[in-house]
């Protein structure tokens, strides 16, 4: 049985638990990060930590761990259920107040870290490619909700995801309130033409940061990568879509809103970043 993490102790999954008086629970009300670790390390859990502390930051609620503290939390919660390759949710909630909204009511954040075995998310479709579909729900507005918030209400994210479902998608793509793609239900974007790269610019998506590896890993391959905003003609003319995420890693999109994408199969340039990214989680990380 695995334990989670909360408060400090280490505690079976089916004692980790909160008050209903939770303003997580009650309005959403707190931050998490999905970081992964493979082969007994890490993956960029510096970058993974500097945007929980800048999505609680941006929501003022003081996380109660510093950030070697956090770091650590998460490294030992890996090492209590013995993982090297799994998945791991810090979640840091407002805490414990009243039905009202006022986050001062809130004594005291709560700290909880999730970890857990983790293997392809999308399975097969790695090799096949997934099918997407744009969705009518739009991304909020940044001037509204900042999508780099990675906050615990993640309703527009499910609400994408719900239309996805009933469209057959195996993923969403959200247009920002422009019309502008945004991103999907829990990943970036890109967008391949002509041996170009192109994703939208972060203000209206989050800034993920396997979207960075990957772009990362597109130079050093001599690829250019521009950051622009793209509308729905630009997918459905696209040679190659993918999309990145912590969950998905590098994932292929070969259909469209019914449309193939380029011939319909993984595209070339999409298998050398898929291999790439494979390569660079193999290879660094903070040892568990």
Known sequence: MLK????????????????????????????????????????????HIDRLYDSASAIMLDIPLSKDGMKEAILETLRVNGLTDA?????ISRGI????????????????????????MYGDL??????????????????????????????NNILAKIEA?????????????RGNISEGSGDNIFVVKNDIIETPPVMNNLRGITR?????????????VNETDLGLFDLYTADEIFVTGTAAEVAPITVVDGRAVGDGSVGRITK???????????AEGAPI
Request: glycine share 10%; charged share 20%; aromatic share 12%.
């Open 272 to 282: 050398a970043l898929m291999q790439g990214f494979k390569r660079l989680t193999q």
């Open 212 to 224: 960075a590896a990957a772009i990362e890993i597109a130079h050093d391959l001599g690829y250019t």
């Open 4 to 47: 989670v993490y909360v408060n400090g102790n280490f505690v079976l999954q089916e004692q980790a638990v909160t008050s209903i008086y939770d303003h997580g629970f009650l309005y959403g009300d707190g931050v998490f990060e999905g970081i992964r670790a493979y082969n007994g390390r890490v993956f960029r859990l510096d970058e």
């Open 97 to 120: 107040g009243d039905l009202g909204l006022d986050p001062r009511k809130c004594e005291k954040p709560n700290v909880f870290i999730i970890s857990q075995p983790w293997d392809a």
């Open 126 to 155: 790695y090799e096949d490619g997934l099918t997407a579909v744009t969705v009518t729900v739009r991304r909020n507005a940044p001037e509204s909700l900042s999508p780099n918030i990675k906050s615990l209400n993640y309703l």
């Open 87 to 91: 998945y791991i949710r810090p979640i």
């Open 165 to 177: 479902n009933y469209k057959g998608g195996d993923e969403a793509i959200i247009l920002d309130v």
